[in-house]
């Protein structure tokens, strides 16, 4: 485990500052900057610890914030039991303004704190997530999804006078509109998906058995946490390994864990020591995955340009060859410059695969194939065969 190589970070350590809206007020001159404190628990109040934090220096934030539940008594089920709800001091705020101030200054901090190109994700309820949006794009966040986080099994409706809550929402957002080379493991996402895209709604029970954290009694550790696939995914879909992962809410370490098991670096921040300790324990026993399980996939978009014409010039399709259509039509044929001639119109694999389709547009390369061995193959298999052997 790192630490943090400066006299200020014992003070942030022992500092126990309630996260309320009522927050101290800025310091009329910067706070020292420390050296990022990489795979650390800085035991504090959050807009304190991230103050000290240096800029750009993290890839992506994981914020799972205080939802300001507004319960006003206790929760009972039909048989009049106890709920066991959450109804810590830390989720307590004396109004909507005191809560928005309290989003407004974290936020601002954190995007501070993002690379150019970082991403945040942020999770919340109908008590909040709309308030957090609002104060994402106040601050100059572009949002680029919501993502609907539906629990296979949620908690029912007790009193009956409500829908079954049964989703949690995230918002996916860059730190604005020109950021634009943020990650995103787009075809990765669509492989594991049995190569359809991924969507923006996410089938994830709540966390329970083996994985849910206990305490010293058997009671839940933390009310709120956040099944290790959710992180998984948010993880896989938006870093790489050795990615830099803040978390300004740590509670039982759900980020931390997904994070020391994928290869990628945290910093978190948690306000309560018995929650920090309970993190601590569950990082220190996870098993890093070896590097073959966890590298990040070439993006499509990141591999060598190979026109049509390099195919041509192999001999993968020779000139004065045809690609046959679909239809029984006659096909297109393969002239020696690498272009299409489907009278009267000669032009690009692109061009040429619209045109006889009447769209606007066409991926040349999966829509016209050519015979090889006896059967008919993509010829994005020819582009793929000259990557492989580095030529093109």
């Not at 994700?121 to 919501?146: K, M």
């Not at 359809?196 to 058997?218: H, I, N, V, Y």
């Not at 910093?267 to 990082?283: C, H, L, P, Q, S």
Request: charged fraction near 25%; charge should be positive.
């Amino acid at each position: 485990m790192g630490t943090l190589r400066t006299a200020a970070a014992g003070a942030v350590a022992r500092k126990q500052v309630s996260r309320t809206g009522s927050t101290a007020p800025a310091p009329r001159t910067l706070p020292t900057r420390e050296i990022l404190a990489l795979d650390e628990i800085i035991v504090g109040d959050c807009i304190e610890a991230l103050r000290r934090m240096p800029s750009e220096s993290v890839d992506l934030v994981f914020a799972d914030p205080p939802y300001n539940l507004q319960l006003e008594g206790a929760l009972t089920r039909p048989d009049q039991s106890l709920v066991d709800a959450v109804d810590d001091d830390w989720d307590k705020f004396a109004s909507f303004a005191s809560y928005d101030a309290f989003t407004r200054n974290w936020l601002a901090e954190a995007r501070r704190i993002m690379k150019p190109n970082a991403t945040l994700w942020v999770i919340g309820s109908y008590h909040n997530i709309f308030r957090v949006g609002a104060s994402l794009q106040d601050l100059g966040f572009w949002i680029l999804n919501d993502i609907v986080w539906r629990k296979a099994n949620p908690m029912p409706n007790f009193r009956g006078r409500r829908f079954t809550n049964a989703h949690e929402t995230l918002i996916w957002a860059s730190k604005g509109p020109q950021a634009k080379r943020y990650t995103f493991h787009y075809e990765a996402l669509k492989a594991g998906n049995d190569d359809l895209q991924m969507r923006s709604d996410w089938l994830f029970p709540l966390c329970t058995g083996e994985e849910r954290m206990k305490d010293e009694a058997g009671r839940k550790a933390h009310p709120t946490q956040k099944p290790e696939a959710l992180l998984g995914r948010v993880l896989m879909a938006a870093t790489n390994p050795g990615d830099v992962v803040l978390d300004p809410f740590f509670g039982s370490g759900t980020t931390g864990a997904v994070a020391r098991r994928l290869g990628r670096r945290f910093v978190g921040i948690e306000r309560d020591e018995t929650y920090a300790a309970v993190a601590r324990r569950r990082i220190a026993a996870v098993e890093p995955l070896a590097n073959p399980a966890i590298a990040a996939p070439p993006a499509k978009r990141a591999e060598r340009r190979i026109p049509f014409l390099d195919v041509v010039e192999a001999g993968l399709v020779g000139p004065g060859g045809r690609l046959p259509r679909p239809s029984r039509r006659p096909g297109a044929l393969v002239r020696a410059g690498g272009t299409l001639h489907v009278p009267p119109a000669v032009g690009s694999i692109h061009k040429i695969g619209a045109l006889v389709q009447g769209l606007p547009a066409c991926n040349g390369w999966t829509f016209w194939h050519a015979e090889r061995q006896s059967r008919r193959v993509a010829i994005d298999s020819f582009r793929a065969e000259l990557r492989a052997r580095g030529e093109g």
